[in-house]
């Protein structure tokens, strides 16, 4: 009777291997929200306008894909470069490539226990046998040496799924780290590209406070002087050297942030601050895209990296769960060995010396003081807990997309309105020079006029950056191309 439970319990131990049963849930991909646009009502595109930079009207395309080197439609060499660089020698990338890497070969020594452990051992021993016992060897020696070289093979029989769920989530694991890898690439792409554009518009802003600043201590000595002639009070030169001072007081901040927005560039591209030279880039070199794809809501959990990654560590998750469950349950090792021993190394092996054995253990964990069970309820938590990251990823996504939207949408009527004032502030410089020309104007009144155009330019010129970075941050926003990049795209699980 007890000889054919333990047939019973063998055979069904090896019908569940045979039939690929595992313990834990089989891990089942999200469903794409169910959402047909990303703000309300759907944005068509954003206004042009013509004659500044940055101007172009942008249109967007419904499910239109988006090119791997997306930066490349700026028409710049100098970002390219900048880009080119910072690919090849950015540290935090490389050290992302470096995880995926290591991620890789943790499942491969995972897959190893799909096999059997095979180890060869020779051991070699000098022994004096007690004369109160018998004798080890058959010569009745007490004293005597013993070589024994053997073979060990060891096999665990995965019944109950116990190693397909560990390997399965260090392939989870890993594909997390791929994809971790993917948004390190896209976030550095997209951070080159705006700190270029702040580093171009930066520099230009710094130009303009400087002529205003110029502006503004010429409009003091004219004052000074008016006041020394009794055409002006001191009223009004203290009010002109307040708008001086608060002038001069707006350079050093623009400087600093140019400084850091040199510095940090230095670092995206893997270089020192002190080893960078300033980027030669204008806005007026760039050209803004006029045609935007927008991926369809549903195509954008499978291009965020993000949300890839996790979707991966909500399936490690459920895989966690699979190895909690299997190890409540029988674990069986099939082992052999086989082997010499002998008196001597010259007759290990010889014919009479070899020795074999074949076993097979079977464990149950019966009481383990609730470790298992508790262990197995902590996985299906952490199980929850990768649900909603996995949710907020998604939600945080869509308002990415919105955001960006949004920002490409109102920052072109910002750039048209800050475009009405410079030319307004333009028209009234113009106007005010040809009356001082014609003795209907003082110089004070040219260099307000000079001062407001200044103003305005400065304005402008922050609203044609936001233009560009906007651009960008819609290619990050909707997972930035990297399924058109080879060197991305290919599964890191195929070798």
């Known amino acids: 009777m007890a000889r054919s439970a333990r047939s019973a319990a063998l055979t069904a131990a090896l019908g569940l291997a045979l039939a690929g049963c595992a313990a834990g849930p089989d891990f089942k991909k999200p469903a794409p929200p169910a959402v047909s646009s990303y703000v309300s009502p759907p944005l068509t595109g954003a206004v042009g306008t013509p004659g500044v930079t940055g101007g172009a009207a942008q249109t967007f395309t419904s499910g239109a894909d988006i090119p791997g080197d997306w930066w490349t439609l700026y028409h710049s060499t100098t970002i390219n470069a900048l880009i080119d660089q910072a690919l090849k020698a950015n540290a935090d990338l490389a050290a992302a490539q470096a995880a995926l890497k290591q991620a890789h070969e943790t499942t491969l020594a995972q897959k190893g226990a799909f096999f059997p452990q095979v180890s060869a051992g020779y051991s070699a021993q000098r022994q004096l046998q007690s004369g109160a016992l018998a004798p080890t060897p058959i010569d009745n020696a007490s004293q005597f040496n013993l070589f024994t070289p053997q073979v060990s093979v060891t096999y665990t029989l995965d019944a109950f799924g116990l190693t397909r769920r560990t390997v399965e989530a260090a392939r989870a694991q890993e594909e997390a780290a791929r994809f971790q890898m993917i948004a390190a690439h896209l976030t550095l792409t997209s951070s080159v590209v705006v700190a270029a554009i702040q580093d171009a518009s930066l520099a230009e802003q710094v130009d303009a406070t400087r002529k205003l600043i110029d502006i503004e201590t010429k409009s003091v000595e004219i004052l000074k002087y008016q006041q020394s002639k009794g055409y002006a009070s001191g009223v009004d030169v203290a009010a002109q050297e307040t708008q001086l001072a608060q002038a001069q007081a707006s350079l050093p901040p623009l400087i600093h942030q140019a400084d850091q927005q040199h510095d940090a560039l230095a670092v995206l591209v893997g270089q020192f601050p002190s080893q960078m030279a300033p980027p030669k880039l204008d806005l007026a070199s760039l050209t803004l895209p006029a045609d935007l794809p927008l991926s369809l809501p549903s195509k954008l959990v499978e291009q965020r990296p993000d949300v890839r990654q996790a979707e991966a560590n909500l399936h490690a998750a459920s895989a966690q769960i699979g190895v909690a469950a299997a190890n409540r349950l029988p674990n069986i090792q099939l082992t052999a060995i086989a082997g010499n021993t002998a008196l001597a190394l010259s007759r290990a092996f010889t014919p009479g010396t070899n020795f074999w054995s074949l076993g097979a253990d079977a464990t149950l964990p019966i009481f383990t003081g609730g470790t298992l069970l508790h262990q197995e309820r902590a996985a299906k938590a952490a199980y929850q807990q990768a649900a909603a990251q996995y949710r907020s990823t998604v939600l945080g996504a869509f308002q990415n997309v919105a955001d960006s939207l949004s920002a490409i949408q109102q920052d072109a009527e910002g750039l048209k309105a800050a475009a ?63 399924w058109k990049r080879p060197d991305l795209a290919k599964d890191a699980n195929a070798n």
Do not use: C, H, M
């Open 420 to 482: 009405r004032a410079d030319a307004a502030a333009k028209t009234t410089l113009d106007l005010i020079q040809r009356q001082l020309q014609d003795g209907y104007a003082s110089p004070l009144q040219l260099l307000n006029a000079q001062q407001a155009y200044q103003q305005a330019r400065l304005t402008l010129v922050q609203a044609e950056a936001a233009r560009f970075s906007d651009t960008v941050a819609l290619y990050q926003s909707l997972g930035g191309g990297w």
